[in-house]
Every structure is written in structure tokens, then in C-alpha cells.
């Protein structure tokens, strides 16, 4: 095993560990409830979805129509399943089948 | 009638798409990783120990150009600063049924997409388990060794002849992140999805990926301190 790699593995994994849980263990949204560390939390999530998304989508837009064709009819079919069914996986499953039928229609 | 708290194995079952959307950026990884000149054992490791898919691919390119350990460390901490944001948040939308007692181990499994399943689903009126927390977790980090192993083992080019499934499995995670963003859609969300939004387009042109996801949710976050 390469120590170089261990070390920094280790250090990125413990980082990693105390940033996801010990703010969890501290309840530091229990803190000031209805101040602004509430307000602020509680639009941490819907901004944190919406980045993440905006972040994940960004590489996959240009102007190469057969490249963006597939991102448009994916986008689309999470819409109109979401619509439909309200189902995350459903709306999921089906933009990810409708992107792949589309690079594959388009050969 | 109060909802019954969901189990292990709703969990599990709603980290379905969570684990197709992981097995191909691991398996991505565990081709990357053993290209860089590292073994399938190493590649493993990285996954097992930081479990976070941008800083494991950051990870190999610090380490194969020569970058200190303590240089390579930090940047990867910096990456995933973000994550001290989860756990709050999490926590605030499971109201008086917030529990922690195991959250040592299951809240290590809150990456950004485990995050967002599980607080979309609290928005659709689920209530918050420890038990489904696992059982997310599970789902969601066995995909991501297993896809590390299988793409290590592998090596490169396995997908290389089905561009249509590969498009299919890498168009996974946006999809996953639209759908949650439908999810929690509400009016008075509008604002902060929209600035966060913004904020991450030109973020991500100004500085790169990394910090246009630091600066979106931190700017969407701030613009829940306004009161409307």
C-alpha cells in the first residue's frame, strides 16, 4: 500500500467523518429557534439541491446538438414523470433510460 | 393518523437510484484509479476511507503529480467543506423525531445525494429513522465500493462499446438531483433555488466546479435570512 496515499486518505476520510457528523451530534439546529441560524438552515437544503443539480447539469450543456439531444429528452422525461406519478426514483429511472434510448436512436 | 417511521429497508429501497447513479462514476473511478498506477486495492481504499467522488478523482491527480500529503490533504478537506451544512439541516427538517444516538456512524453516509433523498422524502411528509438513515446509507455507499472494485478490476474501456448505457448511467445524478429539486419545490423556496442556482453558473465559470458549489449554497442559504 502506497503511504503517500494512505495519509491523505486518511486525512480526507476524517475530515470527511467529523464534517458530516459532528455538526450532526452538536443539534446546532436546535440553537436560536426562529432566529436566523433557522432561517438560514432551513433554506441550506432547497439551496443545496438546487447547486448540486446547477453543478451536475453545467458539463453536460452545448452548442454539439447530439450530445445536448439526450440531456433535453432526459430533462424532459424527469418533468413529465415527476408530473405525472410524483415518484423521485420513477422521474429518475426514466430520464436516465430516456437519455441512453437517445444516444442510442441517434446511432 | 402520524406516519410509522420507515425502516432499514425503506431505506435501502429508496437508495436505488442513488446506487445506479453511483455504480458508474465508481466504477469510473476504479478505471481511473488503477490507470494513474495505483493497485485495485488501493483504489478500494480511497473509496472505503474518503467516500466522496469529486475528491477521490482530485485525490488522483494531486498524488500522481507529486503534491505534498499535507497539500493534497487539505484540498480534499476544503472540497467537502460543504458537508458541515447536512447534518443541521437534516436535523432541523426531522423536528421532534431527530435523533442521533447512532448518527456517528450512519450520518459519515450523508453525501450530496443521500442528503437530498432523505430530506426530499421528509418534505413529502415521511418522517426521519435512524433506521432508514442506514438503510440509505447502505444502499448508497455498498454501490459505491462495489462500483470502485468492479471498475478496478476491470480496468479501462468496459463501457467503451455501449455509449447508450453509459450516457444512460451518467445521466443518473442530475436526473436524481431534478427530481429531489421537484421534490421540495414550494413558492417560498423560489428565491434561495433561484440565487443558489445563479450563484453556482457564474461560481463555476469564475472559479471552478468546487467553489461554484461552496458559493451557490452558501449564497442560497444567506438568502433564507431574508424575511418575506
Redesign the interface.
Known sequence: ??V??????????A???A????????????LAPGG?L?????????????????????P?LTTDFARLL??VT??L???AV?AAS?S??G???????L??????ALG | MTPSRPSFLAGLA?S??IA??YLPIAFSFGVAATRAG??A??AF??SL????GA?QFL?LA??TSGAP??V??FT??AM??????????????AGKD?S?RL??AW????T?EV???A??AMA?GQRFSESYMFGLGCGAYGSWLAGTAVGAVAGGGALQGW???S??????????????????LSRR?VP??????AV??AG?LALG?TG??LL??????????V?R
Open positions: 500500500m502506497n503517500e496515499l494512505l495519509a491523505v486518505a486518511l486525512l480526507a476520510g475530515a470527511n467523518w464534517f458530516r457528523v459532528l455538526p450532526t451530534l452538536a443539534r446546532t439546529d436546535r436566523w433557522e432561517r438560514f438552515l432551513s433554506a441550506t437544503g432547497p439551496a443545496a439541491i438546487a447547486t448540486l443539480f446547477v453543478a451536475a447539469i453545467l453536460e439526450p440531456v432526459g430533462t422525461a424527469v418533468l415527476w410524483r423521485v426514483a422521474a429518475t429511472i426514466a430520464g436516465a433510460v437519455c441512453g434510448a437517445t444516444v442510442w | 429508496a436505488l437510484p445506479m447513479g495505483f493497485s486495492t488501493e481504499a480511497l476511507i474518503i467516500y466522496a475528491s485525490a494531486l498524488l500529503v499535507l493534497a490533504a480534499l478537506i467537502n467543506l460543504r458537508h458541515v451544512l447536512y447534518g443541521p439541516a437534516l436535523m432541523r427538517a431527530g442521533t448518527a456517528w450520518a459519515f453516509g450523508l450530496d442528503f437530498g433523498q430530506l426530499g413529502r455509449p447508450a448505457v450516457a444512460g448511467l451518467g445521466f443518473m445524478l442530475p436526473a436524481l438531483f431534478l427530481a429531489l429539486l421537484l421534490s421540495i423556496q434561495v433555488i433561484a440565487v443558489a442556482g453556482t453558473v463555476t466546479t461554484g458549489i451557490g449554497m452558501l449564497a442560497g442559504a444567506v438568502t433564507g435570512l424575511r
